[in-house]
């Protein structure tokens, strides 16, 4: 097959006919040959003498052109032409020679062998010609016999192969090396297999049929080990998503099988399967079909890419479990807050304008379920709670583990209050075989677009939240702006208070006295912390010791008022007001210090007071929280002479076995029991039965909240030998405890 292109002579037109006419495109593995030449029997010439030729195991394909202008409109049009037969004189007696130049310089085909030929003997071209121009080689028609014409082809041919070669190693080179850095820009799994394919195309420069076989779909920590077709391109297109298992049978498939066992590439004829190693115990493989055998080069460029794919399948699998970790929970998989923030960001207008609700549901009391049962135990339940979560909620909502025990939940609620999620926690959860009940409290917030977005929404959520939390029986909370200015409110009172404890300004301590009503004389007082603000504002105990416990302060104020307490008995010392005992409360976040028994005993030798001055009222929750070690400790305060109280007896849930154990040497009687004390339900009060039972255990009993001389008779009589009230007096500073005690004692 011939083809000729623009004006040639008649004969050469006829001669062209006879073979066929217009050539058709290359066939592959052929070395493509133009003969440009006016003459039409050389053409013809030079087929006979090339029939069935085979140069370097491929056959040879001639393409013609009589005159230089359709020599260059074949060049323009048809690639990879390996050698050039040129008759030096054509049109003018330079013509050949002007057509090198324009090959060179104009085309800038460098590759392409040209040798010259003409029928003048004697004629040649100059050696600058020669060398400026990289003509291959020289020759008169005459001189290119059969055998000649196929030796001087031979060596043009091999000479282009070589050129060719060098060129396609060097592009290919100098692709991967430009490239490289493109395969650390993918961020996931199949954004990089999409990029390795495309590299792949780019590299063979053609369009491919190849798949990428990775980790089955997953995040960072949570791959699934089996491997699937995350990428594909020509044939494989159809084997997208198809795991490795059901590609066995498949060419590709046992290609791919047999790459990973060898952990290593194999080429077969026409495939290559790559192998691009592990990462953090994970596969990667690449299927690829190469048209015709696999050339040395092509192969060695395909282990070069590899090495850098290896590597970015590392970089990208590094990168994934970087972003999980930093914004899933390894536990249960949840989005974290961050990520959770992120979402809720990102949909917030949709969210808005469908009526969804945002909500941070607390497990009550996590914590120690946790240390109870042992921590593998409370990673279940955390698990088991988030499966209900998943369950209870549509696909589209968003779930999040936004805290320890607290979850992110933003749905829309079907048919049915917000409040009813929490119907997930109605059943207990099993866990290890044991059925174990969780409580929860949440915090609800409509979605809406407020300024601060998530983070606002969020805040919002916490804020109804804390609010379930503090009222007790609440189990949930809608958010309200009343609760923003209430919450604005107590952050500011609570500085104010971090204020006047650290500057030791504000906070006092004032004593009510504790008397025996026999003779009314005065046994003892109760410390009781006031804070009066600079301009004289009274603030109540009820309102900033509850914050102050909420918030943990309340340790660091109860330190101060043992401290205190310490001091003041020394001054009453000096002053000659002796014998009497001081009560002091310490609250439950202060027992529970881990050094509570030793900054007690470090302030006794610090103040040098008698430790028997000293009484430590603890309430009835702390006494039965910890029993155990609750009476290790109390028998540590009891070993510095200091003795114990139980305040408000019979608001908790004691048991006598529990007041058993636990070495204390006074009970009190809450107010609340007092207060309801009448000549006619004396006689079956709780009060009379805590008296009762104190005594039969050995233990004092002080009764507080006494206001009436009938409360004061009834108590008397039920063997209640120690009162505290407002019928004695009320709480008031040191100086006025004094002047109260001198009257007492002057009275007949």
Same mark, same amino acid.
Request: glycine share 8%.
């Given at each position: 097959?011939?083809?000729?292109? !623009?004006?040639?002579?008649?004969?050469?037109?006829?001669?062209?006919?006879?073979?066929?006419?217009?050539?058709?495109?290359?066939?592959?593995?052929?070395?493509?040959?133009?003969?440009?030449?006016?003459?039409?029997?050389?053409?013809?010439?030079?087929?006979?003498?090339?029939?069935?030729?085979?140069?370097?195991?491929?056959?040879?394909?001639?393409?013609?052109?009589?005159?230089? $202008?359709?020599?260059?409109?074949?060049?323009?049009?048809?690639?990879?032409?390996?050698?050039? /037969?040129?008759?030096?004189?054509?049109?003018?007696?330079?013509?050949?020679?002007?057509?090198?130049?324009?090959?060179?310089?104009?085309?800038?085909?460098?590759?392409?062998?040209?040798?010259?030929?003409?029928?003048?003997?004697?004629?040649?071209?100059?050696?600058?010609?020669?060398?400026?121009?990289?003509?291959?080689?020289?020759?008169?028609?005459?001189?290119?016999?059969?055998?000649?014409?196929?030796?001087?082809?031979?060596?043009?041919?091999?000479?282009?192969?070589?050129?060719?070669?060098?060129?396609?190693?060097?592009?290919?080179?100098?692709?991967?090396?430009?490239?490289?850095?493109?395969?650390?820009?993918?961020?996931?799994?199949?954004?990089?297999? $999409?990029?390795?394919?495309?590299?792949?195309?780019?590299?063979?420069?053609?369009?491919?049929?190849?798949?990428?076989?990775?980790?089955?779909?997953?995040?960072?920590?949570?791959?699934?080990?089996? =491997?699937?077709?995350?990428?594909?391109?020509?044939?494989?297109?159809?084997?997208?998503?198809?795991?490795?298992?059901?590609?066995?049978?498949?060419?590709?498939?046992?290609? =791919?099988?047999?790459?990973?066992?060898?952990?290593?590439?194999?080429?077969?004829?026409?495939?290559?399967?790559?192998?691009?190693?592990? +990462?953090?115990?994970?596969?990667?493989?690449?299927?690829?079909?190469?048209?015709?055998?696999?050339?040395?080069?092509?192969?060695?460029?395909?282990?070069?890419?590899?090495?850098?794919?290896?590597?970015?399948? $590392?970089?990208?699998?590094?990168?994934?479990?970087?972003?999980?970790?930093?914004?899933?929970?390894?536990?249960?998989? /949840?989005?974290?807050?961050?990520?959770?923030?992120?979402?809720?960001?990102?949909?917030?207008?949709?969210?808005?304008?469908?009526?969804?609700?945002? +909500?941070?549901?607390?497990?009550?009391?996590?914590?120690?379920?946790?240390?109870?049962?042992?921590?593998?135990?409370?990673?279940?339940?955390?698990?088991?709670?988030?499966?209900?979560?998943?369950?209870?909620? *549509?696909?589209?909502?968003?779930?999040?583990?936004?805290?320890?025990?607290?979850?992110?939940?933003?749905?829309?609620?079907?048919?049915?209050?917000?409040?009813?999620?929490?119907?997930?926690?109605?059943?207990?959860?099993?866990?290890?075989?044991?059925?174990?009940?969780?409580?929860?409290?949440?915090?609800?917030?409509?979605?809406?677009?407020?300024?601060?977005?998530?983070?606002? =929404?969020?805040?919002?959520?916490?804020?109804?939240? *804390?609010?379930?939390?503090?009222?007790?029986?609440?189990?949930?909370?809608?958010?309200?702006?009343?609760? $923003?200015?209430?919450?604005?409110?107590?952050?500011? /009172?609570?500085?104010?208070?971090?204020?006047?404890?650290?500057?030791?300004?504000?906070?006092?301590?004032?004593?009510?006295?504790?008397? !025996?009503?026999?003779? &009314?004389?005065?046994?003892?007082?109760?410390?009781?912390?006031?804070?009066?603000?600079?301009?004289?504002?009274?603030?109540?105990?009820?309102?900033?010791?509850?914050?102050?416990?909420?918030?943990?302060?309340?340790?660091?104020?109860?330190?101060?008022?043992?401290?205190?307490?310490?001091?003041?008995?020394?001054?009453?010392?000096?002053? &000659?007001?002796?014998?009497?005992?001081?009560?002091?409360?310490?609250?439950?976040?202060?027992?529970?210090?881990?050094?509570?028994?030793?900054?007690?005993?470090?302030?006794?030798?610090? !103040?040098?007071?008698?430790?028997?001055?000293?009484?430590?009222?603890?309430?009835?929750?702390?006494?039965?929280?910890?029993?155990?070690?609750?009476?290790?400790?109390?028998?540590?305060?009891?070993? =510095?002479?200091?003795?114990?109280?139980?305040?408000?007896?019979?608001?908790?849930?004691?048991?006598?076995?529990?007041?058993?154990?636990?070495?204390?040497?006074?009970?009190?009687?809450?107010?609340?029991?007092?207060?309801?004390?009448?000549?006619?339900?004396?006689?079956?009060?709780?009060?009379?039965?805590?008296?009762?039972?104190?005594?039969?255990?050995? /233990?004092?009993?002080?009764?507080?909240?006494?206001?009436?001389?009938?409360?004061?008779?009834?108590?008397?009589?039920?063997?209640?030998?120690?009162?505290?009230?407002?019928?004695?007096?009320?709480?008031?500073?040191?100086?006025?405890?004094?002047?109260?005690?001198?009257?007492?004692?002057?009275?007949?």
């Amino acid at each position: 097959m011939n083809m000729l292109v !623009s004006t040639v002579p008649d004969e050469l037109l006829a001669f062209l006919e006879d073979d066929g006419g217009v050539m058709a495109p290359s066939q592959v593995g052929t070395w493509r040959v133009l003969v440009v030449d006016d003459d039409s029997e050389v053409h013809q010439a030079t087929v006979f003498a090339l029939n069935d030729a085979v140069i370097c195991s491929r056959p040879v394909e001639l393409l013609h052109a009589g005159s230089a $202008e359709a020599a260059l409109d074949i060049l323009r049009t048809t690639p990879e032409v390996a050698v050039i /037969l040129l008759d030096v004189v054509m049109e003018t007696h330079d013509a050949g020679l002007e057509l090198v130049r324009r090959i060179r310089q104009d085309l800038g085909l460098a590759d392409i062998r040209i040798i010259l030929r003409t029928g003048q003997p004697g004629y040649a071209p100059e050696v600058s010609v020669v060398r400026d121009y990289d003509i291959n080689d020289y020759r008169t028609k005459s001189e290119l016999t059969h055998t000649r014409l196929l030796t001087t082809l031979t060596a043009a041919i091999r000479s282009y192969q070589q050129l060719r070669t060098l060129e396609e190693t060097r592009n290919g080179l100098a692709f991967l090396v430009e490239s490289g850095n493109e395969l650390f820009t993918p961020r996931d799994l199949k954004s990089f297999a $999409e990029a390795t394919l495309g590299h792949l195309e780019v590299l063979l420069g053609r369009s491919v049929s190849a798949l990428f076989l990775g980790p089955a779909s997953g995040k960072g920590e949570s791959y699934d080990e089996s =491997l699937e077709v995350l990428a594909g391109r020509g044939k494989c297109l159809d084997t997208l998503g198809r795991g490795l298992e059901s590609l066995v049978r498949s060419t590709a498939g046992g290609l =791919l099988v047999k790459a990973r066992g060898l952990r290593g590439h194999v080429f077969e004829h026409g495939a290559a399967g790559l192998y691009l190693g592990q +990462a953090h115990g994970l596969d990667a493989l690449v299927y690829l079909e190469v048209p015709g055998t696999i050339t040395p080069l092509v192969r060695q460029l395909l282990e070069v890419l590899s090495v850098s794919l290896r590597v970015g399948f $590392e970089n990208v699998v590094l990168f994934e479990r970087l972003n999980f970790f930093a914004y899933f929970d390894p536990l249960t998989r /949840l989005p974290n807050r961050t990520r959770f923030l992120d979402s809720l960001d990102e949909g917030l207008e949709g969210f808005a304008d469908r009526a969804w609700i945002l +909500a941070i549901i607390d497990v009550v009391r996590f914590s120690e379920l946790n240390d109870a049962l042992g921590h593998r135990s409370g990673d279940l339940l955390l698990t088991e709670v988030t499966a209900r979560l998943k369950a209870r909620v *549509s696909p589209e909502a968003l779930l999040a583990r936004v805290a320890g025990d607290a979850f992110g939940v933003c749905w829309r609620p079907q048919n049915e209050e917000p409040a009813a999620i929490l119907d997930v926690f109605a059943a207990p959860f099993v866990v290890r075989g044991h059925a174990v009940p969780l409580r929860a409290r949440a915090g609800f917030a409509h979605m809406a677009q407020v300024p601060g977005g998530a983070v606002e =929404l969020l805040k919002r959520a916490n804020l109804a939240l *804390s609010h379930a939390k503090m009222e007790g029986d609440q189990h949930w909370r809608f958010f309200t702006e009343e609760m $923003e200015s209430s919450t604005q409110s107590r952050v500011q /009172l609570l500085n104010e208070l971090r204020s006047a404890l650290n500057s030791g300004k504000g906070l006092e301590l004032h004593y009510q006295p504790q008397v !025996s009503p026999l003779g &009314g004389q005065m046994i003892g007082c109760e410390a009781l912390i006031r804070w009066i603000k600079p301009h004289g504002e009274f603030v109540a105990p009820d309102k900033f010791i509850p914050l102050a416990e909420y918030t943990g302060l309340i340790v660091e104020i109860g330190d101060w008022v043992f401290a205190e307490a310490c001091r003041q008995i020394i001054r009453w010392d000096r002053s &000659g007001l002796s014998g009497f005992r001081v009560g002091i409360n310490i609250s439950a976040a202060q027992f529970r210090e881990a050094d509570f028994v030793t900054k007690i005993a470090a302030v006794i030798s610090e !103040s040098g007071v008698d430790p028997a001055r000293l009484e430590l009222e603890i309430t009835e929750s702390v006494a039965v929280d910890d029993p155990e070690s609750v009476a290790r400790q109390l028998r540590e305060l009891k070993s =510095l002479g200091l003795k114990v109280a139980v305040d408000d007896f019979g608001c908790g849930f004691s048991s006598l076995g529990t007041l058993n154990r636990l070495p204390f040497d006074r009970v009190k009687i809450d107010r609340a029991f007092v207060r309801e004390l009448t000549p006619e339900t004396s006689h079956e009060c709780i009060a009379r039965l805590i008296v009762k039972l104190a005594r039969s255990l050995g /233990l004092e009993v002080i009764a507080e909240g006494v206001e009436t001389e009938e409360q004061a008779s009834l108590l008397d009589e039920m063997g209640c030998k120690e009162m505290q009230g407002h019928l004695y007096g009320r709480p008031m500073r040191a100086d006025a405890l004094e002047d109260w005690m001198r009257l007492r004692a002057e009275r007949p």
